[in-house]
Each structure stands twice: as C-alpha cells, then as structure tokens.
C-alpha cells in the first residue's frame, strides 16, 4: 500500500520521509506550485523530495509507491497529470495532478468503456490503474471518485488547495494516505497480536503479517514470526524481552 503525504505550514522530517520511503519502496515523487502552475518530479528518493519541500511556499504532495499494477518503472510513480495527454513523463507541470493510494481493481473496464461509449482515444505510454484515474479525471466530473474511495484515498493538487477523498489520517500537522510506514514498537505493544510492523531495538525487520490461527497458537506458545529469515523466533531470544 503506498502512502500520499500532504504538507503546507509543516513538513515531515527526512526520517519520517525515508521510514515512508523503506515500506514503499518502489519510487516517490513530489507536487508542488511555481508560477501558478502545478510541477511535478517523479521517480526520485526520500532526500529530493525533503530538498524540494523545504524550499518550496504553498502546498506540496509526496507519494511513496508499493507497485500492484504495471511494474515499477519510474514512470508509473505518482503523481500524474490530470490532463487530456496525461503524459507518464518523469517531470512536468500541469493544471492538476493526481496521486492514488489503493487498487482500483476494475480500471480497465473503465478505459475500455471510454473508448467504446465515448469515442475516446487514450494516450500511448504505460499504464496502471493511477495513471487511468488521472485520464479519466482530465474527461469527467471529479464527482465519481467519491464512488471509488470508501477503502481508497486519492489527492488532486491543484494551485488553489489540495482536493482530497477518502479518510486521511493527521499526524503532526501533516496529513497522510496512512499510518502504515511507522515502526511498531514491539516493546509497547506485546498484547497486540497483529500489528504492520514489529520495531526495536534488537530486530528492525520483524513483521506480524497475517498469519491466521498458525500465527495466532505459535504467539500463545511464546513466538513470533521473523519475515526477514521465515523463520519462529522465541521470545526470549529478544534481549530486554
């Protein structure tokens, strides 16, 4: 699941940026406004994005992506133009752009019928449920996204303000897609059976997940799962445990 980080007043610091970044992994990109218009950089790391938002007035979105559709090139990173080209370019500027957090999982259906009913001819490049949104967007009435949100959040940056569906979360004076990047601290939470992300000070890379009731009587006997060797790790191999 990606995460849509939107900032004015305030910003998140590069840690907060780069934790954001280690559990999406799969490319960020920032939107902010210049000369009444709206640029864009996709493709880039936690570090240009702190650089560009920190000398930048206004406000400014940054995405962090976990590919579900079309692979991870660069390309595909959000955000992307709601515009009749909606160009997958890496950099740009545009009158809006559109930055996603979920899977639109029937977005095909919705190209196809723009092309059949509507006599639309959608742009060359790559493609992924996004990117679909942002063209469909560039056609229509923003309205339908209020359809599409209810486990979904999308964030249209415009110059005047920053349209956003879906529930985001503030942390900070920050809003976020999602709480999901932040570390979870084992030692706070050992009555919390499933939880994103087990993190202390002994083992940064432990993760719950899901793992039903195998998981569930393997933590009543006294372990946790360890996704990084798939492996059970006793409790008590925790220092400080």
């Not at 950089?41 to 930048?56: L, Q, T």
């Not at 090139?73 to 009749?84: A, I, M, N």
Request: net charge neutral; with cysteine; proline share 3%.
């Amino acid at each position: 699941m990606c995460v849509i980080i939107v900032m004015k007043d305030k910003m998140p610091t590069i840690d907060v940026l780069k934790q954001c970044e280690d559990r999406n992994p799969h490319g960020g990109g920032i939107s902010w406004v210049k000369n009444g218009v709206v640029k864009f950089k996709k493709g880039i790391g936690h570090k240009e994005i702190y650089n560009i938002a920190k000398n930048s007035e206004g406000h400014c979105v940054a995405h962090f992506r976990i590919s579900t559709v079309g692979g991870q090139p660069k390309e595909l990173c959000h955000p992307f133009p709601v515009s009749e080209k909606c160009s997958d370019a890496i950099s740009g500027e545009s009158d809006a752009v559109l930055f996603h957090n979920g899977h639109w999982s029937n977005w095909e259906e919705h190209m196809l019928g723009m092309a059949i009913y509507r006599g639309e001819t959608y742009p060359g490049g790559k493609w992924s449920d996004s990117r679909a949104m942002a063209w469909i967007c560039s056609k229509t009435k923003w309205d339908f996204l209020e359809m599409i949100c209810s486990d979904q959040r999308v964030a249209i940056h415009t110059k005047e303000k920053v349209h956003m569906w879906g529930d985001f979360k503030k942390k900070d004076g920050i809003l976020y897609s999602n709480l999901n990047w932040e570390p979870y601290d084992y030692y706070k939470n050992k009555n919390v059976m499933y939880g994103n992300f087990l993190h202390n000070r002994n083992t940064e890379h432990i993760e719950t997940g899901m793992f039903g009731d195998e998981f569930s009587d393997s933590w009543k006997e006294g372990y946790f799962y360890d996704s990084k060797t798939g492996l059970y790790v006793n409790h008590s191999k925790i220092k400080g445990d």
